[in-house]
Nanobody, 130 residues
Framework: VQLVESGGGLVQPGGSLRLSCAAS????????MGWYRQAPGEKREGVAC????????YYKQSVKGRFTISRDKAKNTVYLQMDSLKTWETADYYC????????????????????????WGPGTPVTVSS
């Protein structure tokens, strides 16, 4: 069971990046998945998540209208398109899920406490700077 993020890097303020989260191994479905970030010296926080239906999405208020979560089931990959990036969004970005595939747990983790989830990728760094 493995999640691997990619797509991070250096971008100027106002720029865009698309992060990918590839899932591999048995028992892990991308039916429910979330994106999280942790800035230096800060707690990890939820950014966005997606449930069984493509309409089942949740976004942190500050990223609404700028970030879009999506997935390609054939590739077992979830994406996070990030537009109009701000300097304070510099952080390590992680994808994560619940090993039992419970949407309620992923949603709660994104809204309240990422620690509810038990399957994590190693993260990919995003630096927003001029």
């Amino acid at each position: 069971v493995q999640l691997v993020e990619s797509g991070g890097g250096l971008v100027q303020p106002g720029g865009s990046l698309r992060l990918s989260c590839a899932a591999s191994g048995s028992g892990i479905s991308i039916n429910v998945m979330g994106w999280y970030r942790q800035a230096p010296g800060e707690k990890r926080e939820g950014v966005a998540c997606i449930g069984g239906s493509d309409d089942d999405t949740y976004y942190k208020q500050s990223v609404k209208g700028r970030f879009t979560i999506s997935r390609d089931k054939a590739k077992n990959t979830v994406y996070l398109q990030m537009d109009s990036l701000k300097t304070w969004e510099t952080a390590d970005y992680y994808c994560a899920t619940d090993s039992k595939g419970e949407w309620s747990r992923v949603l709660a983790a994104t809204r309240l406490y990422p620690g509810y989830l038990d399957v994590w990728g190693p993260g990919t760094p995003v630096t927003v700077s001029s």
